[in-house]
């Protein structure tokens, strides 16, 4: 009302609301600036950020005092979307804080592993078979990928994660020693996973990068302790795992020093049995856009099949990945594991000549490997790995 009584025209009333608007919005960012550094004494003090008993407390108080046009139920859902925010505040905070989101985690160049660098602008190619068998196996499939005009790597698992306990578990020590030499003696890089720290050395001798696995993502001590070597890690993302949850794994490889990781989309699982898993593709412009991090994808143990990898491959580029993983062999049919999935050596050759990366002329259409399609092994892809 008027001094005079008369009411109050619209647009001073709005005007009034308009001044404790402001009021309000600088009491607010008070408070925000408080919540910040209650939460940075609360991490010194390794509590968590949310703390509801506050939070009720707080609230039973400010019910108790209302007395105003607001009853307990507006006072109440006003604090609580407040307390919300505050923990959104706490959230976003830690988030920047994340050494693996800062803009030049890893440097323009890309990570480097031996004469090769990934995500520098020059797809990779990680080619090799899924399991060190024989010498002469290795050797037959190392002088065919010394060949591929591209950047390459050699994969090959010495210790290998199978999901049948009665399947082929790989060579292991022997089969570490068979892949370097074989590496060697063609100049090629190698990658190869470690399954747990307490064989981490041997495989840290023998390999120029080191293979987290999909089961492994989850392996926080594993994570740890690749961290503090300086060797190139390259990180899968599990198969059950969230974008957010394959970070954070890549953070704690980070948090111990090791900058060098590139992260490898390999499928996650979902209700569709036609592939072994299924390829998320938009993983790939995500981890792009939010990271700096080189992203590649496993397109072999992804699909679990041979006659639609080389279009995936292609969309996989497409979106953005810095490079691919394919399995390979010189006699797939004869593999000790996933030869359902192998591709021919001459295929591999094929693919990447019709990916372009070898001439600057794209075979776009061409299916090279759908004619050579073996017959994939029957069941389900949960009983192959
Ligand atoms: C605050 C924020 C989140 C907690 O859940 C409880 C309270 C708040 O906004 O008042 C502040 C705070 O972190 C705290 O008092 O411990
Ligand atoms: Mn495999």
Same mark, same amino acid.
């Given at each position: ?119 520098? &602008? ?7 078979? %899924? ?41 292991? /020590? ?89 992260? %490898? /989309? ?45 279009? %995936? ?25 996933? &030869? ?46």
């Amino acid at each position: 009302m008027k001094s005079n009584g008369a009411p109050a025209s619209l647009g001073a009333l709005r005007a009034r609301i308009d001044d404790l608007n402001t009021q309000l919005l600088d009491l607010l960012q008070q408070r925000a600036a408080i919540v910040l550094e209650i939460a940075a004494a609360k991490r010194e003090q390794g509590l968590a950020g949310y703390d509801p008993q506050r939070e009720s407390d707080m609230l039973n108080a400010l019910v108790q005092s209302a007395d105003g046009a607001f009853g307990a139920p507006e006072i109440t859902s006003v604090f609580q979307s407040i307390f919300r925010a505050s923990l959104d505040i706490q959230d976003r905070e830690r988030r920047q804080q994340l050494r693996v989101l800062a803009p030049n985690a890893v440097p323009k160049e890309g990570v480097r592993v031996g004469n090769v660098s990934i995500g520098g &602008g020059t797809p990779v190619l990680f080619a090799g078979p %899924c399991s060190v068998e024989t010498p002469e196996q290795m050797e037959a499939i190392a002088a065919a990928i010394s060949r591929l005009p591209v950047q390459k790597i050699m994969r090959a698992g010495a210790f290998k994660p199978r999901t049948n306990p009665y399947t082929f578990q790989g060579l292991r /020590e022997e089969g570490l020693r068979i892949l370097r030499d074989v590496a060697d003696r063609h100049g090629l890089p190698v990658v190869t996973e470690v399954l747990d720290t307490g064989t981490l050395d041997a495989v840290a001798d023998a390999a120029d990068m080191l293979q987290i696995g999909a089961r492994n993502m989850y392996n926080t001590e594993l994570l740890k302790a690749v961290g503090r070597l300086r060797k190139p890690v390259l990180l899968k993302r599990g198969f059950m795992a969230t974008l957010d949850e394959l970070l954070l794994a890549a953070e704690y490889i980070f948090s111990q020093g090791n900058e060098s990781v590139v992260l %490898c /989309e390999r499928g996650i699982r979902t209700f569709e049995g036609r592939t072994r898993f299924t390829l998320d593709i938009s993983a790939i412009p995500l981890l792009k856009q939010e990271t700096s991090l080189p992203v590649i994808v496993d397109v072999s143990h992804a699909l679990g099949r041979r006659d639609i990898l080389l279009p %995936c491959a292609r969309a996989v580029m497409a979106a953005g990945a810095d490079g691919l993983m394919i399995e390979a062999h010189h006699r797939p049919e004869q593999a000790l594991s996933d &030869g359902f999935q192998q591709v021919r050596l001459e295929d591999l050759a094929a693919i990447v000549e019709a990916l372009g990366w070898s001439k600057p002329s794209n075979q776009a259409g061409s299916n090279p490997i759908q004619d050579t399609e073996i017959e994939r092994t029957a069941g389900t892809g949960a009983l192959r790995g």
